[in-house]
């Protein structure tokens, strides 16, 4: 089968952030399916476009057996977002001329955010090539998730375009992936989509990478971390990802010297909450700046506890946060300060993790408190019976495995490109190991 996705955000190799795609595209690839991605030029974790694609409309490599076209986007994502917008526009244009290049495909993907994905993945499967299908897949819910963080405003002109793709989005696909089942929820609720075109395929781990092992290792040797507790947050420093609870939490807890909080990841705000963190002279606060993305399971397997942090936000209610499941995956609990879906996974049905209050200090500081004080119970919500995280992970498989069969069963696939419908070329794609920390689908 041959696959194209459209994805702005796809991982150049070795760099730190969301791998998913890089994942699923590996996979297929190793299954035999000839996959090509459309992906921009820029490396998100820093801002810069390598010197490699300057002056360079579209460039053609190799990820491994995945064909990877790299489209122009100008140098201004981590800028304002009034100018950070500005990318997008040339990038849409680029990825769509990268993706008419393509020869025909069986199936065209393309995920979102950001939302003018759709365009490019519409255009090569609508027009270019009519009759092929098209997955619409959701990250995350644009512009709702932009308007609640205080990047759009509702009722702008821009907001009432992006919400007008959204919905022209929903309407042309043959199918939508959705993340999590409140995108699902929520898609119904609006009437953007009947529940039979929407199928869920959360986020996970690779646990072939992210595996248990002991916490005394060379990143934590490196870093200085002695023997510390270590509560670690691993991501994205932006204005949603709200890091700055972190600093206060951290001054709630300058009696416990033992007690060390650790920021891995860059983004827009970290230049800023480093200087914060110094003029208040939080000497238990490191910030480790981006990582190589090969290097994060040992640096997770360093620390103690697994932080993922939200704005106070409704639209965050109904995320996955990636992080969750790598924390899992090498039994590392997690501090979780994200109320919605996520905390019923991972602290009521999972059982791995305590929840804190998002953008509450005081609720931040007790929560890590009570874990640096009962290291026996903390210890409890990562290693258990079974090892590769135990009874955890097979009760956060139980949890997220898809269950209306969406995904499952289809069996190989090889009828001609005009005769293959939608939800059955996605089942035919589908990850063996990547969907719910490693729960297999015998969709190949």
């Not at 781990?205 to 971390?225: H, I, S, Y």
């Not at 293959?420 to 689908?441: F, H, K, Y």
């Amino acid at each position: 089968m041959k696959i194209l996705v459209i994805h702005q955000y796809y991982l150049m190799p070795g760099s730190p952030g969301g791998s998913r795609f890089n994942e699923f595209a590996r996979l297929w690839a190793a299954a035999g399916h000839e996959v090509t991605v459309v992906a921009g030029n820029l490396d998100y974790a820093t801002g810069a476009v390598p010197e490699r694609y300057h002056g360079r409309w579209i460039t053609r490599e190799q990820d491994g057996d995945v064909t990877v076209l790299r489209c122009h986007v100008p140098r201004t994502y981590n800028k304002s977002y009034a100018v950070a917008w500005r990318p997008f526009r040339p990038h849409t244009l680029s990825s769509t001329h990268a993706a008419m290049t393509v020869a025909r495909p069986d199936v065209v993907i393309a995920t979102s955010p950001p939302l003018v994905a759709m365009a490019p993945g519409v255009i090569a499967a609508k027009a270019r090539w009519k009759g092929v299908p098209w997955v619409f897949e959701i990250r995350d819910l644009w512009p709702e998730s932009a308007i609640t963080t205080g990047v759009l405003k509702e009722g702008a002109a821009l907001t009432r375009v992006l919400y007008a793709m959204e919905r022209a989005a929903c309407l042309m696909a043959d199918k939508i992936n959705v993340l999590t089942p409140a995108f699902r929820d929520d898609l119904i609720k609006r009437g953007l989509a009947p529940a039979d075109k929407i199928v869920f395929v959360p986020n996970g781990a690779d646990v072939e990478l992210f595996t248990p092992g002991p916490r005394d290792n060379d990143a934590r040797r490196e870093f200085g971390w002695g023997d510390r507790f270590v509560v670690m947050y691993a991501g994205a420093h932006g204005r949603a990802n709200a890091v700055g609870q972190f600093l206060d939490a951290a001054e709630r807890l300058r009696d416990r010297p033992d007690i060390l909080l650790a920021s891995v990841g860059d983004g827009p705000e970290r230049p800023a909450l480093e200087a914060e963190a110094k003029r208040r002279g939080l000497d238990n606060v490191r910030f480790h700046g981006a990582q190589p993305k090969s290097r994060m399971p040992e640096i997770v397997r360093a620390c103690d506890v697994g932080a993922a942090i939200l704005q106070d936000n409704p639209t965050f209610k109904t995320v996955y946060p990636n992080k969750v499941f790598d924390y899992m995956a090498t039994e590392r609990p997690t501090l979780l300060a994200i109320d919605g879906v996520a905390r019923k996974l991972v602290c009521d049905e999972a059982q791995a993790g305590v929840f804190a209050k998002p953008e509450n200090a005081q609720s931040l500081a007790d929560a890590i408190r009570a874990m640096a004080d009962d290291p026996a119970g903390c210890a409890a919500m990562g290693p258990q019976e079974g090892g590769g995280g135990g009874a955890s992970a097979t009760r956060w498989r139980s949890a997220t495995r898809p269950g209306d069969g969406a995904l499952r069963g289809a069996g190989p696939r090889r009828q001609p490109p005009m005769r293959l419908p939608a939800g059955e070329a996605l089942s035919a794609i589908s990850s063996r190991r990547w969907c719910a920390l490693g729960a297999v689908e015998d969709a190949l």
